[in-house]
């Protein structure tokens, strides 16, 4: 099984550049979610979707987007790179929000914004 | 809103030995869920261990166990027999349960764990 899949890897952009972060799962999950992880700090949580068509805000949603169109799809974008931007994302599911099951983790996309 | 704390930025344990890495949480909920996580240099979150709230008894998996004590709000991993493969990041984190959750995890800042061969 894939899993959650998460594309790039590794990108570096320049300040004021858009991209997105693109995230997959094929494991039908329901909820889905990005995190940013910075030094010395745990995992914040950018935007959240309880299901297709539905997205929400986490505790630091400033400078993102987020469409969730599928079950299966949800792109992060970043609208404007800022060097505050510069951190690793990670993109995860769980089959529903408030089900206590784990949410299971792409590999993460290292972003550096000069 | 709810907090993780994790008051251990790093510990170092021998290889064989046991250790405990702590965890404090905040809530005003009676049904969560709490969940440790490992992250080794590889950058993978990988789930070592989850607790329910409303079950008593304490979850085990293997060499890794909790000591879950819901009065005082406190979520300690205890590893036994060190491995050097155990080397990693522990993040302690914490989910709502049913009629929440749908704003995920809360993570506490890590705990940097060290084996010493």
């Known amino acids: 099984n894939a899993g959650v899949t998460q594309t790039p890897k590794f990108q570096v952009l320049k300040t004021g550049q858009s991209m997105t972060l693109q995230c997959a799962q094929d494991?039908?999950?329901?909820?889905m979610s990005w995190y940013r992880q910075d030094p010395g700090m745990g995992l914040r949580l950018i935007h959240y979707?309880?299901?297709?068509?539905?997205?929400d805000q986490g505790e630091v949603p400033n400078g993102y987007n987020v469409s969730r169109s599928t079950t299966e799809d949800f792109p992060l974008r970043l609208l404007s790179a800022a060097p505050s931007q510069t951190s690793v994302y990670f993109c995860?599911?769980?089959?529903?929000?408030?089900?206590?099951?784990?949410?299971?983790f792409g590999d993460g996309t290292r972003l550096s914004i000069l | 809103a709810q907090t993780v704390t994790q008051s251990q930025p790093e510990m170092s344990v021998q290889e064989a030995e046991t250790v405990t890495l702590s965890c404090t949480y905040d809530?005003?909920?009676?049904?969560?869920?709490l969940f440790w996580y490992k992250q080794p240099p590889s950058r993978q979150m990988i789930l070592v261990i989850r607790?329910?709230?409303?079950?008593?008894q304490n979850a085990t998996e293997n060499r890794f166990s909790v000591n879950f004590q819901k009065a005082a709000k406190s979520f300690s991993l205890k590893i036994s027999d060190s491995q050097l493969g155990d080397a990693a990041m522990y993040f302690c984190?914490?989910?709502?349960?049913?009629?929440?959750?749908?704003?995920?995890?809360?993570f506490g800042k890590g705990t940097h764990l060290i084996i010493q061969p």
């Open positions: 995860a599911s769980s089959s529903r929000a408030g089900s206590g099951q784990p949410q299971h």
């Open positions: 494991m039908n999950h329901e909820y």
């Open positions: 979707s309880v299901g297709a068509g539905i997205t």
């Open positions: 809530t005003s909920e009676s049904d969560y869920y």
């Open positions: 607790q329910e709230a409303y079950k008593q």
């Open positions: 984190a914490y989910r709502s349960g049913a009629g929440g959750g749908a704003d995920g995890l809360t």
